[in-house]
């Protein structure tokens, strides 16, 4: 019997200490959501530091979300280098392998990420065409040659827009990758002869005028205007992620530019566009200035050609196409992480001992302006030898 009252009192006793054990856990684990510990009372503990809350597990590296702050800073930090290399009969070179060359900035050898040859990217390409009265006779021969490169340089993914400039520059298509609207638009440029102009490249004071409004600007040829809004407009618009161009079409002889040819080439750098320059005019009348168009194509990574017979003017537009599209895409992060706005030079060097033989010629921008997280802003050209 007292076997059984001693059972009786230990029942109770385990029944009181449960009611109260969970009483504080109840109130330890609310204390526990708000983040401080807490008597059986609800008053806090002196001294008591808050819980912990579970630590997630560590996610690897390539498993960050495309959002997180990481990821972003790796992107922006990438600086993107296109470049081509021709052999010595200025054929390309398609087998070059990241081993083969060697990046430096500002003189400092750099770690490349991504090396790759990049023919399908797609292309943003602007048509500029000088329409003053230097190019009156062989204006027809590059409206046929602008026709023919964009029936054979357009993709699916490609678009394209054409200009037409003299002392003012207008907008004869916008971007689009309709070749139709395209050659229709090349067929609506045409020569607008200046007030007084007689033919010939003559201008006679006190002819009637020929061509109705805006004679002075007919008159004229803005080429560094033409290419600086078409850098600053244009192709601005264009699409992301696509490689950008400006195919120039003038003898170069500019009068009457608001903008300098450094204004022009800065805002091309700024685009990120090559500009292809082809001298070409009237030689019986003006001269081509080879030296301003190689200075803004060489200073943007382009090329500048100077045909003199129309098959001459197609092989160049040819050329243009393969540099295009057979182009290197090489990738780094600089190990000069500073964003000062500072140039920043680039050096690409071919480093296998073989391949220097051969006198590979290299055509790629060489430097960039390091502003914010773009990086990739190019800057001057660079031809290795």
Same mark, same amino acid.
């Given at each position: ?15 009181? %200490? ?10 330890? #684990? ?16 002196v001294n008591a530091h808050p819980f912990p809350s579970p630590t997630p597990a560590a996610s690897p590296r390539e498993e960050l979300p495309q959002d997180s702050d990481e990821v972003v800073k790796v992107e922006t930090n990438l600086t993107s280098i296109f470049f081509t290399a021709a052999d010595k009969n200025k054929r390309f070179v398609g087998n070059l392998k990241a081993s083969d060359i060697r990046i430096l900035e500002d003189g400092r050898p750099q770690e490349v990420f991504t090396f790759q040859q990049s023919i399908d990217l797609p292309l943003s390409i602007a048509i500029l065409i000088d329409t003053s009265r230097s190019e009156e006779r062989t204006l027809p021969d590059e409206k046929e040659a602008a026709r ?31 070749? !139709? ?9 045409? %020569?607008?002869?200046? $007030?007084?102009?007689? @033919? ?16 002075? #600007? *007919?008159? $004229? ?10 850098? =600053? ?5 264009? *699409? ?7 195919? #120039? ?13 450094? =204004? ?10 090559? &500009? ?5 005019? =009237? ?7 080879? @030296?301003? #168009? ?22 160049? %537009? ?7 599209? !057979? ?5 780094? $992060?600089? $190990? ?9 030079? &680039? !050096? &690409?060097? &071919? ?17 960039? %302006? ?16």
């Amino acid at each position: 019997m007292s076997f059984k009252a001693s059972n009786r009192s230990l029942f109770l006793f385990l029944v009181v %200490f449960s009611l109260l054990s969970g009483s504080l856990a109840a109130n330890l #684990l609310f204390a526990q959501d708000e983040g401080t510990a807490r008597d059986k009372n609800g008053s806090p503990l002196v001294n008591a530091h808050p819980f912990p809350s579970p630590t997630p597990a560590a996610s690897p590296r390539e498993e960050l979300p495309q959002d997180s702050d990481e990821v972003v800073k790796v992107e922006t930090n990438l600086t993107s280098i296109f470049f081509t290399a021709a052999d010595k009969n200025k054929r390309f070179v398609g087998n070059l392998k990241a081993s083969d060359i060697r990046i430096l900035e500002d003189g400092r050898p750099q770690e490349v990420f991504t090396f790759q040859q990049s023919i399908d990217l797609p292309l943003s390409i602007a048509i500029l065409i000088d329409t003053s009265r230097s190019e009156e006779r062989t204006l027809p021969d590059e409206k046929e040659a602008a026709r023919a490169f964009l029936q054979d340089v357009m993709h699916s993914k490609d678009e394209a827009a054409v200009v037409s400039f003299t002392g003012e520059t207008t907008l004869e298509q916008g971007f689009t990758g309709s070749v !139709e609207r395209l050659r229709r638009a090349v067929d609506r440029v045409e %020569f607008v002869p200046p $007030s007084g102009y007689v @033919g010939g490249g003559v201008v006679v004071n006190g002819t009637p005028p020929i061509s109705g409004t805006n004679q002075s #600007l *007919a008159g $004229s040829t803005a080429i560094w205007d033409a290419v600086w809004a078409t850098s =600053d407009e244009l192709l601005g618009e264009s *699409a992301d992620n696509t490689r950008r161009a400006i195919i #120039l079409l003038t003898d170069g002889d500019d009068t009457s530019s608001r903008m300098k040819i450094h =204004d022009a080439i800065e805002r091309a750098q700024k685009a990120d566009a090559l &500009i292809y320059a082809i001298g070409i005019g =009237d030689r019986y009348s003006f001269n081509v200035d080879e @030296g301003a #168009l190689r200075k803004i194509a060489e200073q943007t990574g382009g090329r500048a050609y100077f045909p003199r017979n129309e098959r001459e003017l197609g092989e160049a %537009f040819i050329q243009i196409q393969r540099d295009l599209r !057979e182009q290197y895409l090489v990738a780094y $992060s600089p $190990s000069n992480k500073v964003r000062d706005g500072s140039y920043r030079r &680039i !050096e &690409i060097q &071919i480093v296998d001992p073989e391949l220097r033989k051969q006198n590979l010629k290299l055509n790629y921008r060489s430097g960039y %302006f390091a502003k914010g997280g773009a990086s990739e802003t190019p800057g001057r050209k660079k031809s290795e030898d």
